[in-house]
């Protein structure tokens, strides 16, 4: 794991674009095809920004999957996963395939399905974030860090849930859904290379414990201290409690 401190997001997320393309970049030279995972959220904006921009990206040569989704949200709600990935990502470059996941009805079903064909698609570049309580993906604490399937049904803790009403998703909590597909933890650390943006200031007690705090389930983003090719992009507020690596 390495980490990387910027003096603000607007560095951060373009360091993490333009390396993000750089690993996918040698990845199209080496195989000629790549396969990347992508996340959601406010960490995410500044990154997805440049990397829609970076030059020399052949997209019709790359798979998309998605990280996760909430349960019973329909696409045009604005806080729908595949809405926000469509409209910042997908409409914007002409990526070969992209594998939305659709929790609108038959979720345990779509788990199987795109689990299927993500088995067939070795990940080269994860783009993750790490979540208030210190989630990864929508692996809420205590994560499973043992089952091997792709993806599964989560329960959303309290703090996951008020973390994306104060981000402006939702108007009420009693809105925000207690359930959400989600990759696994094993899946995520599966890939080649992990790029983890994670900004501001009310993520700092997270990213303290998942850098300089045993790795445990109960901070599931700590296990990227375990991946010899995860890079994590922070700026100088979400670093701000680090001693280790300021």
């Not at 007690?205 to 300089?212: I, M, S």
Request: hydrophobic share 40%; aromatic share 8%.
């Amino acid at each position: 794991m390495q980490v990387k401190i910027f003096s603000s997001r607007s560095e951060l997320g373009q360091a993490a674009g333009k390396d993000g393309a750089r690993l996918i970049r040698e990845t199209l030279r080496t195989k000629g095809f790549a396969n990347v995972i992508l996340a959601t959220g406010v960490s995410q904006f500044e990154m997805l920004e440049t990397l829609v921009r970076e030059p020399d990206l052949d997209w019709s040569k790359i798979a998309c999957f998605h990280l996760d989704e909430y349960v019973g949200l329909p696409i045009t709600h604005p806080a729908s996963f595949r809405k926000y990935l469509k409209e910042r990502f997908a409409d914007k470059v002409p990526v070969k395939e992209f594998h939305y996941l659709n929790g609108e009805h038959d979720a345990a079903g779509e788990c199987q399905r795109v689990g299927e064909i993500l088995k067939k698609h070795p990940i080269d570049v994860a783009f993750v974030g790490i979540g208030e309580n210190g989630h990864l993906a929508f692996n809420d604490p205590p994560a499973d860090f043992e089952t091997e399937e792709p993806y599964l049904i989560v329960n959303l803790d309290p703090a996951c849930r008020r973390q994306q009403l104060g981000e402006g998703w939702f108007k009420t909590l009693d809105e925000v859904p207690k359930q959400a597909i989600s990759m696994s933890v094993r899946q995520v650390m599966k890939s080649q290379a992990i790029i983890c943006a994670c900004p501001d200031l009310r993520k700092a007690q997270a990213v303290k414990a998942c850098l300089e705090g045993p790795v445990s389930n109960m901070v599931p983003s700590s296990i990227m201290q375990q991946h010899p090719a995860a890079i994590i992009y922070l700026d100088k507020d979400s670093a701000s409690l680090l001693t280790r690596y300021q």
